[in-house]
């Protein structure tokens, strides 16, 4: 079945920010929202998971709203309209602070009921899982009826292995002196050129104790001390349905997919867990398995 043709969509969040985005529409009152992940990430880039996703959703009489986020790319300025006042601020990765997502998925959604549909699902890949977490866990009681987790990421972990840990809790103790002096959107020149970030979006994505350490893999497999807060404890706050996928191959998962699930099956094990043999973190090559396994559970 091919995929309809998409529709570009605009919508305004509660705080003032147009976000654009493409909705593939059906004649059913139920929507899947999708969040995308960090990085330079963007709906407008990632066509083949979206022509893969929508025709299978399709067939159920589901239709995909994609948009982007106020984490979409490293940097973009957008306008922050309030009443008559417009105020023009940088957004993208380098700012992002994660729980910001409540605000762009109640908004979402509320964009979404005025187009007719009542019946809601939440999918995120790798961030987008993150935000799906943090959604849940500060908003327990909203209008998603179901959640699809697809490879939830250790971006704590990942950057504390790849600074070393004089490099990260050094970093880390600037980036809060410096969002205290505030000046916490200047950029980290450390970092650069790989990394891109300012202070308030490395110490958000960076913290142990934050909102961003969601699947804390790395403590728990190299038995390192980060947290001083319960581990895991966004993801067993969940109570809804929610199926949760890995790719066997993920880059992101400390060489050992099976162990990762195995440990988030401890913490949750009502949950649907599905593991993708030869796919990535990106599912690349494997976009119509990941299709069809998310239409079948839905």
């Known amino acids: 079945m091919k995929t309809s043709k998409p529709e570009f969509i605009e919508f305004q969040t509660k705080d003032g920010l147009t976000l654009p985005g493409l909705l593939y ?3 059913g009152k139920s929507v899947v929202i999708y969040l995308h992940g960090n990085g330079s990430s963007s709906i407008f880039y990632d066509a083949a998971k979206n022509h893969t996703l929508a025709p299978a959703l399709a067939k159920k009489n589901i239709s995909i709203f994609y948009f982007n986020n106020r984490g979409a790319h490293i940097i973009k300025k957008l306008y922050v309209r309030r009443g008559k006042k417009e105020e023009r601020k940088r957004f993208g990765m380098a700012y992002e602070k994660i729980k910001d997502c409540i605000v762009d998925i109640d908004s979402a959604i509320y964009f979404l009921k005025k187009q007719g549909y009542r019946r809601f699902y939440l999918a995120g890949a790798s961030t987008g899982a993150n935000k799906i977490c943090v959604y849940n ?23 504390f292995d790849m600074l070393g840990k004089q490099k990260f809790w050094k970093l880390l103790s600037e980036a809060k002196k410096k969002i205290k002096a505030k000046r916490g959107e200047e950029i980290i020149k450390e970092m650069l050129p790989d990394n891109f970030f300012s202070y308030i979006g490395f110490f958000d994505i960076a913290n142990p104790d934050g909102d961003y350490n969601i699947f804390p893999f790395y403590e728990v497999l190299r038995k390192v001390e980060l947290s001083t807060k319960p581990l895991f404890r966004y993801f067993e706050s969940i109570k809804k349905p929610t199926l949760v996928i890995y790719g066997d191959q993920d880059e992101y998962a400390w060489g050992n997919v099976f162990k990762i699930v195995k440990i988030l099956k401890n913490h949750q094990p009502k949950l649907d867990y599905r593991i993708i043999k030869g796919a990535d973190h990106g599912f690349k090559n494997h976009e119509e398995e990941l299709a069809k396994t998310i239409a079948d559970w839905l």
């Open 137 to 159: 866990f500060y908003k327990p009681k909203n209008d998603v009826e179901k959640y699809i987790l697809l490879c939830g990421g250790d971006d704590t972990g990942i950057y």
């Open 25 to 27: 529409r059906t004649r």
